[in-house]
């Protein structure tokens, strides 16, 4: 019975000896994490990507620093943009150090000049055309509608077709004709067109279907104007029609009008 019994103390004993050691072992490994920890948050704060918090501390700002209202400098922000706006708006535009310059009004006689590009290409001297509408118009301040640059009349035997710058719309005018020099008034029929260059483009098969010896002159102002009232169909019923278109064309040449046609074709 004694044996047993120092069997059971011996037993106690170990046990005891045993939950201490476990404990102990269990405190210096609590001990060991925290420190691991310590070490990882202190290399976590070196790798961080450096910001102006990052660098500056309490003790590096001014010490009577006034603290700024975000609202307040928004909106002061905001009205200096406005206001930058407001100032650049008002600068010419530039591109590529180049001022830009302001386009022409579209009149009447600067849309008759841009068109003039047609009978260009179907090889007229502009300057002609120019002067044959400038006479017509009376220095482009009378049309008859809206671009009839020439007092066209309607065709009675052609219909209107796009491809003749014609697309029907007229327009009935009193007009002055001359026969056996006397002049008189009558009532007629005369073409209209959507733009200067449906008017040119018809004035052109006009020319050339009815004033064929102009037309093979096209080229040459006199003779232009000369069958203009010689051909079978005359262009007008003026006799002096011819001598005036011919010392207008002249005027227009010795006054610069090349020069004047280049510039505004140039800015339109």
């Known amino acids: 019975m004694k044996k047993l019994w120092q069997k059971i103390g011996r037993f106690v004993v170990t046990v005891g000896i045993i939950s201490i050691y476990k404990k102990l072992a269990g405190f210096i490994c609590s001990m060991v994490k925290k420190q691991e920890n310590c070490v990882k948050d202190a290399d976590q704060s070196q790798n961080l990507p450096k910001t102006d918090q990052n660098l500056k501390s309490n003790a590096d700002l001014p010490k009577n620093e006034p603290v700024e209202d975000k609202k307040t400098n928004q909106v ?160 007008a019923t003026d006799l002096t029609y011819t001598d005036k278109l011919i010392k207008l064309y002249a005027d227009l040449k010795v006054n610069g009008i090349e020069q004047k046609l280049l510039d505004i074709s140039k800015n339109i």
Request: aromatic content about 14%.
């Open 76 to 235: 002061e922000q905001n009205a200096t943009k406005h206001t930058e706006t407001a100032q650049i708006s008002i600068i010419p535009q530039i591109t590529n150090n180049t001022l830009k310059v302001p386009v022409l009004p579209e009149n009447k006689e600067n849309q008759f000049i841009k068109a003039l590009k047609l009978v260009v290409v179907n090889k007229y001297d502009p300057i002609i055309i120019y002067c044959h509408a400038y006479h017509e118009t009376n220095n482009f301040k009378s049309l008859i509608g809206d671009f009839n640059y020439f007092g066209l009349k309607c065709p009675s035997l052609i219909p209107p077709s796009p491809e003749i710058g014609w697309k029907g719309k007229s327009i009935l005018k009193t007009t002055h004709e001359t026969t056996n020099g006397v002049s008189k008034k009558i009532n007629d029929w005369f073409c209209d067109f959507e733009t200067a260059d449906d008017c040119l483009i018809f004035y052109m098969y006009q020319i050339k279907r009815l004033y064929y010896n102009s037309y093979e002159n096209r080229k040459n102002a006199t003779l232009f104007f000369y069958w203009l009232t010689r051909d079978k169909n005359r262009f």
